[in-house]
């Protein structure tokens, strides 16, 4: 049965693998001033809602322990201030349980982000792998360090992602939640702001801007040491395209 309890319509979910765009679109809706955006409350490693990280193993236990109870708690904390809509970023092979959980909260908006770049996006994850930085709100030395990868391992992480985004965008469409399916570059469009507020159903806010800042080079070879190989290998499987700037700088 789906949920029909006091506030679940002000609810809403971003879904995506890393390096989609996630945390840009959560940081964006963080700065509308009546929207509340946590970050990934199901992190293995971590509780992020909107302040600092919790890795406090007690609680980490606790929600793994009952993750719907803790879902249901943490939307009832938040329900109790005056957000008109209040959502949290959920990865994809993060909480299963929290997954299969959506049909039955019919009244949850789902905001679902893929990145049809591939090899950016799988450069952009070996990067933060290398880095340990997932987001930056200024630019640093180590954002020019070079990624140091094969083809195979391209290969092999975005095949990956791939597979992971097409079981769920097939499942999502099953779904009764109402949703919305962004691109990340549809998030760097100009009408963007205008329109994940109409979903949200708020009115547009003129300050709305996200304070992070891009890890990587737009071209998105220049990101790699050696680039050649993966050119080479891009370009015999016909997706050169990806080889070209993601977004207009």
Not at 121 to 130: D, E, F, G, P, W
Not at 143 to 168: C, G, N, R
Request: hydrophobic share 40%.
């Amino acid at each position: 049965m789906a949920e029909t309890e006091h506030g679940a319509g002000r609810r809403f979910v971003i879904i995506g693998l890393p390096r989609s765009g996630t945390t840009y679109l959560m940081s964006l809706l963080n700065s509308h001033p009546e929207v509340s955006c946590s970050g990934e409350v199901f992190n293995p490693y971590s509780i992020i809602e909107t302040g600092e990280a919790d890795y406090d193993t007690g609680r980490l236990f606790t929600r793994d322990t009952a993750p719907r109870y803790f879902l249901k708690d943490f939307f009832e904390r938040y329900e109790a201030e005056p957000w008109k809509r209040i959502g949290f970023k959920l990865m994809l092979g993060h909480n299963i349980r929290v997954l299969t959980q959506l049909p039955e909260l019919a009244d949850m908006s789902i905001i679902y982000v893929h990145r049809n770049n591939r090899l950016a996006q799988v450069a952009s994850y070996l990067k933060a792998m290398q880095t340990l930085n997932w987001a930056q709100t200024s630019r640093t030395r180590e954002m020019k360090q070079k990624i140091v990868a094969t083809p195979q391992l391209i290969s092999h992480q975005w095949h990956e992602y791939a597979a992971m985004d097409f079981l769920f965008a097939s499942w999502l469409r099953t779904l009764p939640n109402p949703s919305i399916t962004l691109e990340y570059c549809d998030m760097f469009k100009p009408e963007f702001n205008a329109q994940i507020c109409g979903f949200l159903g708020v009115a547009p806010d003129p300050a709305m801007a996200s304070p992070l800042v891009k890890q990587g080079a737009n071209r998105v070879l220049d990101r790699f040491e050696v680039p050649e190989p993966i050119e080479a290998y891009i370009r015999q499987l016909g997706l050169a395209d990806w080889l070209e700037n993601e977004l207009t700088e």
